[in-house]
């Protein structure tokens, strides 16, 4: 081989050897060494690497980054508002609604999963404080009130005037009564009862007439008074008056009588028995929203992502904030261990920063070149 080539071959050689290994320095003096090393108290200089000595400005940047050119309201936004991005979530989201449901879970068996135990005990004990509570509040403010400072008008009308058919369906009840067997047998008992004490005179009643005859006599009389317009009229207007007696009359004095735990515990049980509050919590979910299952997929599902949407693109700027997420990713990275993030940094980059190594070691081939061609030039 002639000395010249040989001479620019070793040229070539030695400047890519050179170009190579001097890039693949740098590269590695990116994270190499991780910490400052001293001769006495002179610092060696490039220690620590670039990226350990500006770890934190970099995560620094690193959140600014995100958070003012990538990670923007207006990208979010965007995003929310993307056809396909909306009916991919509305799928997503029925779909695991759809799952929850098929899984046959109760109602109680959910709220202990929220650490809510016994939820029916504890709704009738909260209703039960609250009828108690509502009861004594009612006593105190009602029960000094006159019957019809409380009765509606239209109500104490309607009363008023369905008296009159009261009045003659009870006299229609009465003399069905007295007209019966029955009804007759009490006239008998009831005039044996009034001449019993009064010994002749019953007696010589009993002889001239006789029980059952006097009987006879006294029942188509009853029958008739009952029959009577007059009767009617007396006791419509004995009934009027005892109404208006009564709606003069605090609502204490009419109701009186009433025991307060025996009325509150009818309160109670009644509200209990109607509600039924333990077969409630006992029912599947599925079968609780059964009757809404087609509105919850078709409309529910869709209107609460658009509202949940709408929220978070109007508010994504304050939610941001409020989470602080530059400051998460800021923390984040200066968390990471130096070999954690060289490692991360190469698996991203590795390509193209073997091709940087490659590249110095091309310019160095070419400068060797250009150097083995001036010396043969020159010598």
Request: aromatic letters at 10%; glycine letters at 6%; hydrophobic letters at 45%.
């Amino acid at each position: 081989m002639p000395n010249w080539l040989s001479l620019i071959l070793f040229m070539i050689f030695v400047g890519a050897a050179i170009g190579g290994f001097t890039n693949f320095i740098a590269i590695r003096m990116l994270f190499r060494p991780y910490k400052t090393f001293y001769i006495g108290k002179w610092q060696l200089p490039f220690t620590p690497g670039l990226i350990p000595k500006r770890q934190n400005e970099l995560a620094a940047q690193i959140g600014k980054l995100i958070v003012n050119h990538l990670v923007t309201p207006e990208s979010i936004q965007k995003k929310l508002s993307e056809e396909k991005f909306k009916h991919d979530m509305e799928t997503w989201f029925s779909g695991k609604i759809r799952s929850f449901l098929e899984k046959g879970m109760t109602l109680e068996e959910l709220l202990k999963i929220i650490h809510i135990e016994n939820p029916s005990k504890t709704i009738i004990s909260y209703m039960d404080a609250k009828i108690e509570n509502k009861y004594a509040g009612m006593k105190d403010e009602f029960w000094q009130k006159e019957f019809q400072d409380i009765l509606p008008i239209e109500l104490n009308e309607n009363i008023r005037g369905k008296i009159p058919g009261a009045s003659d369906s009870i006299l229609q009840k009465t003399i069905e009564y007295f007209s019966s067997q029955e009804g007759k047998d009490k006239i008998k008992a009831m005039i044996e009862d009034f001449f019993k004490d009064r010994g002749r005179l019953w007696n010589m009643i009993q002889m001239f007439i006789g029980n059952d005859s006097l009987t006879e006599k006294v029942q188509p009389e009853i029958i008739k008074f009952l029959n009577s317009p007059g009767t009617k009229s007396m006791l419509t207007n004995v009934i009027e008056s005892e109404w208006d007696k009564m709606q003069n009359k605090p609502v204490g004095e009419i109701l009186k009588q009433l025991e307060d735990e025996k009325v509150l515990l009818y309160i109670k049980r009644f509200v209990k028995d109607t509600i039924q509050l333990e077969k409630f919590f006992k029912k599947d979910i599925a079968e609780i929203l059964l009757p809404f299952r087609e509105k919850l997929e078709e409309s529910f599902v869709p209107r609460m992502l658009d509202s949940a949407g709408i929220y978070i693109a109007q508010r994504s700027g304050e939610i941001m904030e409020r989470f602080q997420v530059e400051a998460i990713i800021r923390e984040q990275i200066e968390s990471f261990s130096l070999p954690h993030l060289e490692e991360l940094v190469i698996s991203i980059a590795k390509k193209e920063l073997v091709m940087i190594t490659y590249l110095g070691a091309i310019l160095g081939g070419l400068i060797g070149l250009i150097q083995g061609i001036i010396v043969l030039l020159t010598s």
